[in-house]
């Protein structure tokens, strides 16, 4: 259900990023942070993800995108991204829920950095062992 200004909302989690989507009939655009998303994510391979549920469920074009993204890198603010777009998406057509899901778009990927251990240098690196 739309709110009064006619957006519907989804929040997504990747990593330490967290994004705030909101989705409104438009022409098509995506703006991330007040950017186009073309400009803010300078990688294709990440352009092509955010676009990948609109596409998925034959909305692209039809709707404009405004996201918040706050915390993390470029692949953990995409991964948000993309799963607050499959939400929102999701709550503004039921029907496309199931696409949605079979795809991954609705999944929160729970991978996080391993933290570092006591008495190394890293989470699992050693350092150089030496026999003599």
């Not at 967290?18 to 998303?37: M, P, W």
């Not at 918040?68 to 057509?93: C, E, F, N």
Request: glycine share 12%; proline share 5%; with cysteine.
């Amino acid at each position: 259900m739309a709110d009064k200004n006619g957006y519907e909302w989804g929040t997504g989690r990747r990593k330490c990023s967290v994004a705030r989507v909101r989705i409104k009939k438009g022409s098509g655009k995506i703006l991330v942070n007040e950017r186009d998303y073309s400009s803010y994510f300078p990688s294709l391979r990440l352009r092509k993800l955010v676009e990948g549920p609109l596409k998925h469920v034959n909305l692209a074009g039809e709707y404009d995108v405004f996201a918040s993204i706050r915390g993390g890198g470029m692949t953990g603010q995409a991964g948000a991204l993309i799963m607050g777009l499959g939400r929102a998406i999701a709550k503004l057509a039921p029907e496309c829920r199931p696409a949605l899901s079979t795809e991954g778009y609705l999944s929160r990927d729970s991978r996080m950095v391993e933290r570092k251990k006591p008495g190394k240098p890293g989470a699992r690196r050693s350092f150089q062992f030496s026999k003599r």
